[in-house]
């Protein structure tokens, strides 16, 4: 069955950095998007970062563009968040997706990992 794990979260300083992983199995990955999506407690989720199928296509939302990266490596089936700059604001729990389709149906989630910035 398709499975999507999300980890590397915890604890993080504001101005710091963390890196999370999303590693996946039961599709084929290189032909599907992938996007990270945040959600905090009561509060809406929202659309962080994707990545298309090649890795060149990238989308940041405005409130992480300059300090997240997204990235995949398709051979190794993974792909990766990486977050600086880090702000309280960002704290949620961070969950990984992917789109069979091309057009932003994110059909397979993982189960998300939890960021927490403090100081």
């Known amino acids: 069955d398709v499975q999507l794990q999300a980890s590397g979260g915890g604890l993080g300083q504001p101005g710091g950095s963390l890196r999370l992983s999303c590693a996946t199995s039961?599709?084929?990955?290189?032909?599907?998007?992938i996007a990270w999506f945040r959600q905090a407690p009561g509060k809406e989720r929202e659309g962080v970062a994707c990545?298309?199928?090649?890795?060149?296509?990238?989308y940041y939302a405005d409130t992480v563009k300059g300090r997240f990266t997204v990235s995949r490596n398709n051979p190794e089936n993974t792909a990766a968040l990486q977050m600086d700059s880090l702000k309280p604001e960002d704290t949620a729990v961070y969950y990984c997706?992917?789109?069979?389709?091309?057009?932003?149906?994110?059909?397979?989630w993982g189960q998300g990992t939890l960021v927490t910035v403090s100081s």
């Open positions: 990545v298309g199928s090649s890795g060149e296509r990238t």
């Open positions: 039961g599709f084929i990955f290189d032909d599907y998007a």
């Open positions: 997706a992917a789109d069979p389709t091309g057009k932003s149906i994110w059909t397979y």
